[in-house]
Each structure stands twice: as C-alpha cells, then as structure tokens.
C-alpha cells in the first residue's frame, strides 16, 4: 500500500510554521513497544546524562543513546516504517538519508531541559533540508518538558548562536515564550532545522521518552563535517543521484593521504 505522507493543508501548515505534529502517527501498543525497547537499552547501558553544558551543574538528568539502531533491530526497522519514509518524501523529495538518530529519556522530577537552539549550528548544510523528527514514546504534557517551538521561525535563517550547545539568545527567544507541542504516546513531530525550539524541565513523576531522527536529501552538502554518526549516509527511501558514494570525512582522509 502505498503511504500518504503529509496531506496538502498539512504542508502548508509545515511550511508556513516550520514544524507539523502527526496525531496517532504510531497506533499505542507500537509505541509501548518501542517505549519498552528504549527503557531496556537505557537499562543495558547504565547511567548517561546528556544534559547540555549550559544547564549542567543544577542536578537533573537525561539519559540517551546515540544510533539506537545498532542497539535493537526496532529502530531499524522503524527507520525504513513506510509511514515515516512517506512523511519525509513529502517534504524533502523521493531521496532521504540517514543523518543521525538517538534516544532520550527525561527522568522524573529531574528531566533536563534543552536550551532553545537551531539545528542548524550542530550541522550546518547549503541546501537547508536536514529534517527532523521526534517520535513521542508516551504522553509529552508541558509538565513533563514537551518540545516548544517558535513557529516560523525557521524563516529568519540561520540566527547568532552561542556556546557549544549552540543556543539563541535567551532574551529574543525565552523558553517561556516558546508555543509548547504537547503530543501523546505515538505522536510524530516533523521540524526543520532552522526551526527554534528546545525543551523545558521534566517536573512530572512520569519520564518522558522520545526517539528523534534527523535526515536530509543526500544531494544537500554539509558546510563542514562536524557531527558524524554511525549509520549516516544510509539511504531510507529512493537513491543516491550523486556519482560518488557516501564517505566520511575520515574515510576521505585517509584515501588521500
Ligand atoms: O527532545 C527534546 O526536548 C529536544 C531535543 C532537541 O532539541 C535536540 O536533540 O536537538
């Protein structure tokens, strides 16, 4: 069967706001299967805290993994879910590459908050088509930290960023001020990466858990290459136009030297 992808008004929306929420884009007991993968993969690897530098040091915490892929055959599995591959072949083109992929739990209480940031300064590329999504693994309340955009901003291009995370000025751009996208178990946030957004402190007793996936037309080059990842280059739907095959910037290193 073929998938959909996005419906003409939901492109609009995407468009004209930089972000779009599927509702029910997983049925629930997918994502309680899912949700369960990650918690035992969370389990298996011990205690992490990505917390971000510039909000370190307050005691909370947020466990992740990166390339979840190479750690359960779900998330392979999921990376090639036709609902998905549809969603992003309707915004980006028939071609769509793996840049990156990882996990996160907020823990209860003490889930960290992500400073509002563009992508864009993680991975910057000159044809602006890296795409994410966030897939909602349970219940995102704003008390639980749900992710808060500013919509349209994706239009004002690539803006001042500050720090190794990256973030915007807290002052253009509080957290406060930011539009929360409360979502359910299941539900699929789509977001460009120029789009503000960032993520406010878990004061839930619940954790919240998400798996978040970045793409991008293969054709669309980085500016530089700094953040590479396990299973990037991947193509998830249609082909690599270009010639050459995918490489590292390592791999390119070393062939030339
Ligand atoms: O999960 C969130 O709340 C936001 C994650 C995010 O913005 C990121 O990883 O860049």
Redesign the pocket.
Known sequence: MTRPGLSPEQRIFYDDNGYILLKSFLSAGEAAALRAEVHAIAARQGPTNATWSSVAGQGTALEHSHDVQFRSAAFTRLLVDERLTAAFTSLIGPNVQLHHN?M?IKPPERGSP?PM?Q?WGYFPHKGNSMTAA?LHLDAAPDEK?C?RVYPGSHKLGPLKAFGQDHHVDPDEFPLSAAVPVEADAGDLLIFNYLLV???GLNVSNEPRT?W?VQVRDPEDEPTSEQHQSRGQGMMLAGIDPRGKSFQFAWESAASSS
Do not use: C, Q, R
Request: hydrophobic residues 40%.
């Open positions: 990882k996160f992500f940031h992508d966030i930290g992710v957004h960032g993520s998400t978040l």
